[in-house]
């Protein structure tokens, strides 16, 4: 069963940064694509931000220059830089993969999804 381990969350002030990173195991395919979705509390989980095997990208609108995603191949990790966090970043943050090249950004695509990290962003 593929494993997805999230770590990097915390708690930090508006206007700091965090890196989230994501390291997928016991995987059974070579090629796939990972995302990161968020789900803050009363809210439904969204998409933020995905990399494929290439290392072509999409972000939400409202992460676009601030959050980076970024991918290590040989190590099957992915990364989420956010800076500049605003307190309506905070949530819980999500690993996911896809067997596919393609780029989603509806999570039921994703094959596979990590336990989350808390992100809390305080004003």
């Known amino acids: 069963q593929v494993q997805l381990v999230e770590s990097g969350g915390g708690l930090v002030q508006a206007g700091g940064s965090l890196r989230l990173s994501c390291e997928a195991s016991?995987?059974?395919?070579?090629?796939?694509?990972m995302a990161w979705f968020r789900q803050a509390p009363g809210k439904q989980r969204e998409f933020v931000a995905a990399?494929?095997?290439?290392?072509?990208?999409a972000y939400t609108d409202s992460v676009k220059g601030r959050f980076t995603i970024s991918r290590d191949n040989v190590h099957n990790t992915i990364y989420l830089q956010m800076n500049s966090l605003k307190p309506e970043d905070t949530a819980v943050y999500y690993c996911?993969?896809?067997?596919?090249?393609?780029?989603?950004?509806?999570?039921?695509?994703?094959?596979?999804w990590g336990q989350g990290t808390q992100v809390t962003v305080s004003s």
């Open positions: 996911a993969i896809d067997r596919s090249m393609v780029i989603h950004t509806t999570q039921n695509e994703y094959d596979y």
């Open positions: 990399i494929n095997w290439y290392g072509n990208t």
């Open positions: 016991r995987l059974t395919f070579s090629v796939y694509t």
